[in-house]
Protein backbone atom coordinates (compact mmCIF):
# COMPACT_ATOMS: atom_id res chain seq x y z
CA UNK A 1 0.00 0.00 0.00
CA UNK A 2 1.40 3.55 -0.98
CA UNK A 3 1.62 5.77 2.00
CA UNK A 4 -0.38 8.10 2.19
CA UNK A 5 0.18 10.79 -0.23
CA UNK A 6 0.19 14.55 -0.60
CA UNK A 7 -0.76 16.09 -4.09
CA UNK A 8 -0.68 12.76 -5.87
CA UNK A 9 -3.32 12.15 -8.41
CA UNK A 10 -6.34 10.04 -8.37
CA UNK A 11 -8.29 9.02 -11.19
CA UNK A 12 -11.04 6.53 -11.56
CA UNK A 13 -11.40 3.79 -14.95
CA UNK A 14 -15.18 4.01 -16.26
CA UNK A 15 -15.07 1.12 -18.52
CA UNK A 16 -14.65 0.74 -21.15
CA UNK A 17 -13.02 4.28 -20.49
CA UNK A 18 -10.96 6.36 -18.41
CA UNK A 19 -12.52 9.39 -16.68
CA UNK A 20 -10.72 12.31 -14.89
CA UNK A 21 -11.34 12.88 -10.81
CA UNK A 22 -9.07 15.57 -10.06
CA UNK A 23 -5.74 16.34 -8.95
CA UNK A 24 -6.06 15.76 -5.33
CA UNK A 25 -7.84 13.60 -3.63
CA UNK A 26 -11.72 12.75 -4.62
CA UNK A 27 -13.32 9.79 -5.66
CA UNK A 28 -16.36 8.17 -6.51
CA UNK A 29 -17.06 5.16 -7.77
CA UNK A 30 -19.60 3.06 -9.46
CA UNK A 31 -18.65 0.54 -12.06
CA UNK A 32 -15.42 2.13 -11.69
CA UNK A 33 -11.71 0.77 -11.03
CA UNK A 34 -9.66 3.96 -9.22
CA UNK A 35 -5.74 4.81 -9.49
CA UNK A 36 -3.64 6.46 -7.46
CA UNK A 37 -0.39 7.79 -8.43
CA UNK A 38 2.60 9.60 -7.34
CA UNK A 39 2.26 12.13 -4.88
CA UNK A 40 4.71 13.24 -1.42
CA UNK A 41 4.80 12.22 2.18
CA UNK A 42 6.58 13.40 4.96
CA UNK A 43 9.35 10.61 4.32
CA UNK A 44 9.71 11.11 0.51
CA UNK A 45 9.50 14.50 0.05
CA UNK A 46 10.56 14.33 -3.67
CA UNK A 47 7.90 12.69 -4.40
CA UNK A 48 7.01 8.75 -5.23
CA UNK A 49 7.11 6.65 -8.00
CA UNK A 50 4.52 4.20 -6.67
CA UNK A 51 1.01 3.68 -8.15
CA UNK A 52 -2.01 1.54 -6.94
CA UNK A 53 -5.36 0.98 -8.33
CA UNK A 54 -8.37 0.06 -6.12
CA UNK A 55 -11.71 -1.78 -7.15
CA UNK A 56 -14.86 -1.05 -5.19
CA UNK A 57 -16.41 -4.30 -6.82
CA UNK A 58 -14.08 -6.03 -4.96
CA UNK A 59 -12.67 -3.61 -2.35
CA UNK A 60 -9.36 -3.92 -2.97
CA UNK A 61 -6.07 -2.79 -3.99
CA UNK A 62 -3.66 -3.81 -5.96
CA UNK A 63 -0.19 -2.42 -7.03
CA UNK A 64 0.75 -1.36 -10.07
CA UNK A 65 4.27 -1.33 -11.58
CA UNK A 66 6.21 1.86 -11.04
CA UNK A 67 6.49 5.13 -12.53
CA UNK A 68 9.59 5.49 -14.82
CA UNK A 69 10.55 8.89 -12.35
CA UNK A 70 9.21 10.12 -8.83
CA UNK A 71 6.32 12.92 -9.44
CA UNK A 72 4.47 14.82 -6.84
CA UNK A 73 2.30 17.87 -7.47
CA UNK A 74 1.05 16.46 -10.52
CA UNK A 75 -2.21 16.11 -12.58
CA UNK A 76 -3.72 13.15 -13.99
CA UNK A 77 -5.65 13.10 -17.13
CA UNK A 78 -7.72 10.64 -18.66
CA UNK A 79 -7.00 10.46 -22.97
CA UNK A 80 -7.90 8.00 -25.42
CA UNK A 81 -7.37 5.24 -23.18
CA UNK A 82 -4.78 5.62 -21.21
CA UNK A 83 -3.46 7.80 -17.70
CA UNK A 84 -1.58 10.70 -18.11
CA UNK A 85 0.78 11.70 -15.29
CA UNK A 86 1.56 15.24 -16.22
CA UNK A 87 3.68 17.10 -14.06
CA UNK A 88 3.42 20.51 -12.14
CA UNK A 89 5.95 21.95 -15.47
CA UNK A 90 4.32 20.62 -18.08
CA UNK A 91 4.82 22.86 -21.24
CA UNK A 92 7.51 24.75 -19.83
CA UNK A 93 11.05 24.57 -21.57
CA UNK A 94 13.25 21.17 -20.20
CA UNK A 95 9.98 19.25 -19.32
CA UNK A 96 8.49 18.07 -22.23
CA UNK A 97 7.87 14.69 -20.87
CA UNK A 98 5.00 13.00 -19.56
CA UNK A 99 4.21 9.70 -17.81
CA UNK A 100 1.52 7.77 -19.67
CA UNK A 101 0.00 4.58 -17.84
CA UNK A 102 -1.54 1.74 -20.23
CA UNK A 103 -4.15 -0.46 -18.80
CA UNK A 104 -4.26 -3.01 -21.68
CA UNK A 105 -0.51 -4.52 -20.81
CA UNK A 106 -0.38 -2.82 -17.32
CA UNK A 107 3.12 -0.68 -18.49
CA UNK A 108 4.33 2.81 -18.49
CA UNK A 109 5.89 5.09 -20.53
CA UNK A 110 7.00 8.61 -21.55
CA UNK A 111 5.81 10.24 -24.52
CA UNK A 112 6.46 14.00 -25.38
CA UNK A 113 4.63 16.62 -24.05
CA UNK A 114 1.54 17.66 -25.86
CA UNK A 115 0.50 19.64 -23.12
CA UNK A 116 1.28 23.87 -23.18
CA UNK A 117 0.24 24.77 -19.66
CA UNK A 118 1.81 24.58 -16.27
CA UNK A 119 -0.42 23.24 -13.30
CA UNK A 120 0.17 26.78 -12.17
CA UNK A 121 -2.05 28.20 -15.18
CA UNK A 122 -5.07 26.45 -15.04
CA UNK A 123 -7.69 24.88 -12.84
CA UNK A 124 -8.47 21.87 -14.32
CA UNK A 125 -8.31 18.72 -17.06
CA UNK A 126 -12.02 17.55 -18.20
CA UNK A 127 -12.45 14.94 -21.13
CA UNK A 128 -15.87 14.74 -23.02
CA UNK A 129 -16.19 11.31 -24.47
CA UNK A 130 -13.08 9.90 -24.54
CA UNK A 131 -10.51 12.66 -26.76
CA UNK A 132 -12.29 15.97 -26.42
CA UNK A 133 -9.97 17.79 -23.69
CA UNK A 134 -11.24 20.89 -22.27
CA UNK A 135 -9.07 23.23 -19.39
CA UNK A 136 -9.98 26.82 -17.85
CA UNK A 137 -6.55 28.99 -18.24
CA UNK A 138 -6.09 31.13 -15.65
CA UNK A 139 -3.60 33.52 -16.83
CA UNK A 140 -4.56 37.25 -16.36
CA UNK A 141 -8.43 36.03 -17.20
CA UNK A 142 -10.64 32.90 -16.84
CA UNK A 143 -10.26 31.38 -20.24
CA UNK A 144 -12.07 27.68 -21.49
CA UNK A 145 -9.64 26.28 -24.11
CA UNK A 146 -10.14 22.63 -26.15
CA UNK A 147 -7.67 20.62 -27.94
CA UNK A 148 -8.81 20.48 -31.94
CA UNK A 149 -7.90 17.15 -33.78
CA UNK A 150 -4.68 18.62 -35.14
CA UNK A 151 -3.40 19.01 -31.44
CA UNK A 152 -3.84 22.82 -31.21
CA UNK A 153 -5.13 24.81 -28.37
CA UNK A 154 -7.83 27.35 -29.14
CA UNK A 155 -9.81 29.20 -27.25
CA UNK A 156 -14.13 28.38 -26.71
CA UNK A 157 -14.86 31.17 -24.09
CA UNK A 158 -14.54 32.65 -20.61
CA UNK A 159 -15.90 31.78 -17.45
CA UNK A 160 -19.04 34.05 -16.39
CA UNK A 161 -18.64 36.70 -14.21
CA UNK A 162 -20.43 37.05 -11.07
CA UNK A 163 -23.21 39.50 -10.71
CA UNK A 164 -23.91 40.15 -6.63
CA UNK A 165 -27.51 41.40 -5.83
CA UNK A 166 -25.84 44.08 -3.49
CA UNK A 167 -23.27 44.79 -5.83
CA UNK A 168 -22.66 47.32 -8.97
CA UNK A 169 -20.51 45.64 -11.13
CA UNK A 170 -19.66 42.05 -12.22
CA UNK A 171 -17.18 40.44 -10.53
CA UNK A 172 -14.11 37.55 -11.70
CA UNK A 173 -14.46 34.60 -9.22
CA UNK A 174 -11.41 32.60 -8.06
CA UNK A 175 -10.92 28.62 -6.60
CA UNK A 176 -13.90 27.27 -8.68
CA UNK A 177 -14.60 23.85 -9.82
CA UNK A 178 -15.04 22.97 -13.19
CA UNK A 179 -16.81 19.77 -14.21
CA UNK A 180 -18.02 17.87 -17.73
CA UNK A 181 -20.68 16.10 -17.64
CA UNK A 182 -22.13 14.51 -20.72
CA UNK A 183 -22.02 17.13 -23.48
CA UNK A 184 -21.80 20.11 -20.79
CA UNK A 185 -19.22 22.13 -19.14
CA UNK A 186 -20.03 23.12 -14.93
CA UNK A 187 -18.51 25.57 -13.33
CA UNK A 188 -19.41 25.59 -9.52
CA UNK A 189 -19.03 27.48 -6.67
CA UNK A 190 -15.43 29.43 -6.14
CA UNK A 191 -15.22 32.96 -4.23
CA UNK A 192 -15.14 36.42 -5.18
CA UNK A 193 -13.61 39.78 -3.96
CA UNK A 194 -16.39 42.02 -3.19
CA UNK A 195 -14.71 45.36 -2.98
CA UNK A 196 -16.62 48.24 -0.71
CA UNK A 197 -17.55 50.94 -3.65
CA UNK A 198 -16.61 53.74 -1.26
CA UNK A 199 -13.00 53.16 -2.91
CA UNK A 200 -11.43 52.19 0.42
CA UNK A 201 -9.44 49.63 -0.73
CA UNK A 202 -11.53 47.36 2.01
CA UNK A 203 -13.28 43.66 0.68
CA UNK A 204 -15.11 41.32 1.94
CA UNK A 205 -14.81 37.57 0.24
CA UNK A 206 -17.91 35.76 -0.43
CA UNK A 207 -18.54 32.68 -0.79
CA UNK A 208 -20.22 30.93 -3.62
CA UNK A 209 -22.65 27.95 -4.19
CA UNK A 210 -23.46 28.99 -8.04
CA UNK A 211 -23.43 26.57 -10.69
CA UNK A 212 -23.77 27.37 -14.14
CA UNK A 213 -23.61 25.32 -17.36
CA UNK A 214 -22.84 25.91 -20.96
CA UNK A 215 -22.73 23.25 -23.97
CA UNK A 216 -19.30 24.39 -25.26
CA UNK A 217 -20.44 22.92 -29.18
CA UNK A 218 -22.62 26.49 -29.11
CA UNK A 219 -20.33 29.70 -29.23
CA UNK A 220 -20.53 31.54 -28.35
CA UNK A 221 -20.46 30.24 -25.03
CA UNK A 222 -24.65 30.79 -23.61
CA UNK A 223 -23.79 29.79 -19.74
CA UNK A 224 -26.97 29.75 -17.50
CA UNK A 225 -27.84 29.02 -13.74
CA UNK A 226 -28.46 25.79 -12.17
CA UNK A 227 -29.63 24.41 -9.09
CA UNK A 228 -27.05 26.21 -6.53
CA UNK A 229 -24.61 23.44 -3.88
CA UNK A 230 -26.08 23.45 -0.86
CA UNK A 231 -24.79 25.79 1.89
CA UNK A 232 -22.12 23.88 3.05
CA UNK A 233 -20.78 23.30 -0.56
CA UNK A 234 -20.71 27.15 -0.80
CA UNK A 235 -16.87 28.25 -1.32
CA UNK A 236 -13.59 27.32 -2.99
CA UNK A 237 -14.25 23.72 -4.86
CA UNK A 238 -10.40 21.75 -4.73
CA UNK A 239 -11.39 19.27 -7.58
CA UNK A 240 -14.49 17.78 -9.26
CA UNK A 241 -15.91 15.02 -10.96
CA UNK A 242 -18.74 13.84 -12.36
CA UNK A 243 -20.87 10.26 -12.23
CA UNK A 244 -23.68 9.18 -14.15
CA UNK A 245 -25.48 6.37 -12.61
CA UNK A 246 -27.16 3.65 -14.30
CA UNK A 247 -31.04 2.39 -13.08
CA UNK A 248 -31.09 -1.67 -12.41
CA UNK A 249 -33.89 -2.57 -13.88
Known amino acids: MIPTPIDGILCQR ?21 YVAGG ?28 QSPQMD ?25 EVFD ?23 QVMGDDQVYTVVDWGESSIK ?3 T ?15 PDHSRPLEAFGYGFAALRQELYILGGRVLKWEESGAGR ?27 CRSGCGSILGCASMEEESCQ
Not at 46 to 64: C, F, I, Q, S
Not at 74 to 98: V, W
Not at 103 to 125: E, N, Q, Y
Open 74 to 98: CLGLSYKGRLYILIDQAGLPGQNTS
Open 14 to 34: YRPELILIGSTMDFHALLSVV
Open 203 to 229: FDIVNLGLVKVCDPSITPLKWRETRAM
Open 40 to 67: RTSSCTRGLALAEVYDPMTNKWEDLPPM
Open 146 to 148: TRD
Open 150 to 164: GGEWRDVGSVPSVVL
Open 103 to 125: PSDGTWCKVDDIWPFSRAMHLAF
